[in-house]
């Protein structure tokens, strides 16, 4: 079946606009993650959705950063007045039953979206 | 607080024979389940092999298997046979505890370079 998808693929922008990265889970995963990949940092996390529970943002580095899932599918990561050390790889993935699923439920990576700040 | 650290930077392996990545971990939880994923060129971390903490058999899935030693807090990576395509970024992930946001910690990674 179809994998998780992100769009777009790469993203370049000019410091101070806004840019918006979606993310298409896999059919009938009830949790989605965001994650940021970045050279200094590693692989970060961003926020987590699981149904229409209350997502869990304490990953989220300044209030610049926000996200939202629609209908318990497809979310979108937006970032305001994006700064240089935005610039990263900015991966979702999405897991059958998160929370509920225990320490097995598996995450399942989309490819990723390539966000330069100029 | 979890901690995953992989001491491996990089890694040479001639193809054709099995190499071994290191992951140690850290937490106080003992309900944990570890992961590796792979990474290649291309940017998708794609799933790889999982063992939790109460398993008492080591994880194997076709080439790859995991060997977990809970007293040192280990979860090495096994790739046997070593194939060109292999070559790519692994990380070694955990997710512990029996409540919270079930979100991976990872470590910094070991990039695996297949020498044909």
């Known amino acids: 079946g179809a994998g998780v998808s992100q769009s777009p693929s790469n993203k370049v922008t000019e410091k101070g606009k806004d840019v918006e990265l979606r993310c298409d889970p896999i059919?009938?995963?009830?949790?989605l993650y965001w994650y940021r990949q970045s050279l200094g940092q590693g692989l970060e996390f961003l926020i987590y959705?699981?149904?229409?529970?209350?997502?869990?943002k304490s990953g989220l580095p300044s209030d610049r950063f926000s996200a939202e899932r629609t209908g318990g599918s497809v979310s979108t990561l937006t970032i305001q007045r994006t700064q240089q050390e935005d610039s990263a790889v900015y991966l979702c993935?999405?897991?059958?039953?998160?929370?509920?699923?225990?320490?097995?439920?598996?995450?399942?990576f989309g490819p990723g979206t390539r966000l330069t700040v100029l | 607080a979890q901690k995953i650290t992989q001491t491996q930077p990089g890694m040479f392996v001639q193809e054709k024979e099995a190499v071994t990545l290191d992951c140690t971990y850290d937490?106080?939880?003992?309900?944990?389940?570890l992961f590796w994923y792979k990474q290649p060129s291309s940017g998708e971390m794609i799933f790889l092999i999982y063992?939790?903490?109460?398993?008492?058999q080591n994880a194997t899935e076709g080439r790859y298997s995991l060997n977990f030693q809970k007293a040192r807090k280990s979860a090495n990576l096994v790739i046997s046979a070593s194939q060109l395509g292999d070559s790519a970024m692994y990380f070694c992930?955990?997710?512990?505890?029996?409540?919270?946001?079930?979100?991976?910690?990872f470590g910094s990674g070991t990039r695996l370079q297949v020498q044909p």
């Open positions: 993935a999405s897991s059958l039953r998160g929370l509920a699923g225990g320490n097995t439920d598996t995450q399942y």
């Open positions: 059919s009938g995963h009830t949790a």
């Open positions: 959705f699981q149904g229409n529970s209350a997502p869990d």
């Open positions: 937490t106080s939880d003992q309900s944990y389940g």
């Open positions: 063992q939790g903490s109460y398993d008492e």
């Open positions: 992930a955990m997710r512990a505890g029996g409540t919270g946001r079930r979100a991976l910690t």
